[in-house]
């Protein structure tokens, strides 16, 4: 059987928009369904946030559109990076 920190490992969820409305809303249904959030508002944030939890994400949620750096340029970087 699964500790709680482990099953919390499992559902970590990164989420990244710039919107907080998309945020607060993905927050509430994930939430609901047992999962643990990240919340990124950029690119950048969303970087940072993967570099320091590689290892525990099980899922990232991308906005495409971003000021900044988009979530394709996010997305570009994770699979440029050889771990993942």
Partial sequence: ?????QTQ?????LVVDDDPVMIFLIRKYLEGEAYHLLEAGNGSDA?????QHANELSAILLDW???????????RWIKSQARY
């Fill in 1 to 5: 059987m699964l500790s709680t920190e």
């Fill in 9 to 13: 490992i499992m559902n970590l969820v």
């Fill in 47 to 51: 970087q940072a946030l993967i570099e």
């Fill in 65 to 75: 559109s971003m000021p900044g750096i988009s979530g394709i340029e996010v997305l």
